[in-house]
């Protein structure tokens, strides 16, 4: 069974760092493409940051770009999400979702639960 | 960037109705577009890809349709369960974008 779970959420200030991880399992994770995804609650959904099967090639929403940082650890079946200069406007449930290739194709047809990112001051 | 317009955002249905959503893009994404459920409290679960090829899984009642502009999701006899919002995504161009979301409610 896939299964992705992501960590890492809590309350931040404005302007602090936050690293959110997600472990999958129940597949070989270094085959496919990983990607994030963020909803602010009772909003639409947002693709924040995508990274190919062996990490090359991350790809970022404008809205991030520059602060956020997507990387993986294959040997650990791990993503990461380096999430710097946090604003506002970030406050979202944070999904890792798997990409049904290797390149960043999508579309996406795992996906974890979410984890909560809230800042404020 | 290319943006996604879901119409209606709001529909309401019996169950046995035959329900049509449409999505269309802000230009052409050739058949790049998916089909997303998500019920509340739970993550997004993919329905349909390259527009109209169905997910391992979900059920024959769930189709989709379309190319370039103009796509659209079709639910041939509404379930229960079926109750829940539906959003598209285009995999063209990046940043890969959503549309707003489509709220179906069971009358």
């Known amino acids: 069974e896939v299964q992705l779970v992501e960590s890492g959420g809590g309350l931040v200030q404005p302007g602090r760092s936050l690293r959110l991880s997600c472990v999958a399992s129940g597949f070989t994770f270094d085959d496919f493409a990983m990607h994030w995804v963020r909803q602010v609650p009772g909003k639409g959904l947002e693709w924040v940051a995508g990274i190919t099967w062996r990490g090359g090639s991350p790809v970022y929403a404008d809205s991030v770009r520059g602060r956020f940082t997507i990387s993986r650890d294959n040997a650990k079946n791990s993503l990461y ?11 979202a449930l944070y999904f890792c979702a798997k ?4 390149a960043l194709q999508g579309p996406f047809d795992y996906w974890g639960q979410g984890t909560l990112v809230t800042v404020s001051s | 960037d290319i943006q996604l317009t879901q ?5 309401s249905a019996s169950v046995g109705d035959r329900v049509t959503i449409t999505c269309r ?5 050739s058949s790049y577009l998916a089909w997303y459920q998500q019920k509340p409290g739970k993550a997004p679960k993919l329905l349909i890809y390259a527009a109209s090829t169905l997910q391992s899984g979900v059920p024959s009642r769930f189709s989709g ?4 502009t103009e796509f659209t999701l079709t639910i ?18 990046y940043p890969i974008t959503f ?3 489509a709220r179906l409610e069971i009358k």
């Open chain 2, 65 to 68: 349709s379309g190319s370039g």
């Open chain 2, 76 to 93: 041939s006899s509404l379930q229960p369960e079926d109750s829940a919002t539906y959003y598209c995504q285009q995999l063209n161009f």
């Open chain 1, 99 to 102: 990409d049904i290739h290797f």
């Open chain 1, 81 to 91: 999400l380096q999430m710097n200069s946090l604003r506002v406007e970030d406050t």
């Open chain 2, 25 to 29: 893009a802000s230009q052409g994404i």
């Open chain 2, 7 to 11: 119409s209606p955002s709001l529909l």
């Open chain 2, 99 to 101: 549309g707003q979301g």
